[in-house]
């Protein structure tokens, strides 16, 4: 009778698990667009404020929280992320990846422009570059900016004045 037990425990087991596989492969990719000349907040469902700048976009599936809190930026967010230690928050723009557990902070990749930058307010956040990803991680405190310029492929680190820098 255990014998027998075991296996419908196990069955049951993989029988969720690929049921959950299925559904998470079917969620679709939501997109929110600020439109040129306009701001856009955006709620996510953990909970998440996202302000998109004219132009911008962000993309993520329609599963977010369930087991990731991945998305794409396209231009310009500003983001207070909702705090989940179990859970980072990752932000993959064309040439930067962000990862955070709460905090907030200002990432810009517009595509024509020659830098892409991530501006941290609070929190702590951790970044590194989509062209290399084997390279190291770069750590941003409070404060401090991170400057990609695209062409070099060169990123520096530098301090600034939070509050001066949204006047």
């Not at 299925?22 to 469902?45: C, D, M, N, R, Y």
């Not at 998305?71 to 962000?98: A, C, D, I, Q, W």
Request: proline share 4%.
């Amino acid at each position: 009778a255990a014998v027998v037990a075991v296996v419908i425990a196990a069955c049951s087991y993989l029988f969720y698990k690929m049921g959950q596989n299925e559904v998470e492969s079917s969620f679709a990719q939501i997109v929110v667009e600020a439109p040129e000349g306009a701001t856009s907040k955006v709620t996510l469902p953990d909970g998440t404020h996202v302000w998109l700048n004219a132009g911008s976009r962000i993309a993520y599936s329609q599963g977010f929280g369930v087991r990731e809190r991945n998305l794409s930026l396209t231009g310009e967010g500003y983001f207070e992320v909702h705090k989940n230690r179990e859970m980072p928050f990752n932000v993959k723009s064309g040439n930067l990846n962000v990862r955070v557990l709460g905090t907030k902070f200002d990432f810009r990749d517009y595509p024509e422009d020659p830098t892409a930058m991530v501006s941290l307010d609070e929190g702590s956040v951790a970044l590194g570059l989509v062209a290399k990803p084997q390279d190291s991680e770069w750590r941003l405190s409070p404060n401090q900016r991170a400057v990609l310029y695209k062409k070099g492929g060169s990123l520096t680190v530098e301090d600034y004045d939070a509050l001066t820098a949204r006047l």
